[in-house]
């Protein structure tokens, strides 16, 4: 099952107490299905427990009967029609709701939202009919289709308005129909939170830290690898240089100070320069200098010589 069916499962069992939260589930649901125009027309939904709910919806607050058929695929898939019989009944569906049949274009009215717990039931609703969510280990985005463009930014425009959200929902065009969409993770998990799918919210977080740990600790596995291979790197230029004074004129030709610290980088390779200040007791500033004076030291020397 995906992320989205495992939401609109979550969601599909809450019941709502108040007629109004009721109302205005119902309302999200009629008014984004396809079902919800004066024209008979037909909804197609992939989940049963969705259709039977649109059913339901058109039953109860839209005053109608509705008709649900199952469509078998060419595979073992199976699919929902959802339709409005009778154009007097769709009329009436649509005046349920303080819509008008001559309406040119599709609004969505506020004064079916009558209370302050009203707007998440509604939105519970049209994700439900609507709605569509990533799955979190994949990405994050949410989004609403809708085949009209009006009723599109009417929605952004009431997600935004939402004082107990913080989100910013972006409207596109998509084929014929709008499509709302968030796509940053905060806002994903807000909005599922405040719709009801809490539990799926709580996964989403989950694999959210899941994946900026993973990712802070690759990024300090990186950052160490590389400052190895940096200090291996380093330290092989000078195991060759300090070779090279020991083939040519030996390491006696040396300072004391040089043949010192020489002396710890070729008993310690994979010594860093912190380390090696702490051995000599020096800065690692000192340790540095030294080791540019070697490395300048055996550059000078001829190609070929021999010890004294």
Request: with cysteine; proline share 4%; hydrophobic share 40%.
């Amino acid at each position: 099952m995906s992320f989205a069916s495992e939401c609109k499962r979550e969601l599909l069992k809450i019941e709502n107490r108040k007629p109004c939260c009721i109302r205005a589930e119902h309302y999200g649901l009629l008014l984004f299905s396809r079902c919800f125009s004066p024209l008979e027309a037909q909804t197609v939904c992939e989940n049963g427990a969705v259709a039977r709910r649109l059913a339901q919806a058109a039953a109860v607050s839209g005053g109608v009967y509705a008709e649900v058929r199952t469509r078998l695929g060419r595979r073992s898939d199976s699919s929902y029609t959802i339709t409005v019989p009778g154009e007097d009944a769709r009329r009436a569906m649509l005046g349920a709701f303080g819509h008008d049949e001559m309406e040119t274009v599709l609004r969505l009215r506020r004064e079916n939202l009558r209370n302050e717990c009203c707007p998440a039931s509604f939105l519970r609703g049209v994700f439900l009919i609507c709605g569509t969510v990533t799955d979190p280990n994949k990405g994050y985005r949410l989004e609403f289709t809708t085949p009209h463009g009006a009723l599109a930014e009417d929605l952004a425009a009431l997600l935004t308005s939402l004082p107990a959200l913080s989100v910013s929902p972006s409207v596109a065009k998509r084929g014929s129909g709008s499509v709302v969409y968030l796509k940053e993770s905060a806002a994903v998990e807000d909005l599922l939170t405040y719709i009801g799918a809490v539990n799926a919210a709580m996964t989403a977080m989950q694999i959210k830290m899941y994946k900026e740990t993973y990712n802070n600790l690759n990024r300090v596995s990186n950052f160490e690898t590389a400052n190895l291979d940096k200090t291996y790197s380093a330290s092989s230029k000078q195991l060759a240089a300090i070779a090279r004074i020991y083939d040519t004129v030996g390491i006696g030709a040396l300072p004391e100070d040089l043949r010192e610290t020489a002396a710890l980088r070729l008993e310690n390779p994979e010594m860093s320069l912190r380390e090696m200040s702490e051995r000599l007791s020096i800065s690692r500033s000192g340790v540095n200098h030294r080791i540019r004076r070697i490395l300048e030291f055996a550059g000078n020397l001829p190609e070929t010589g021999e010890k004294p």
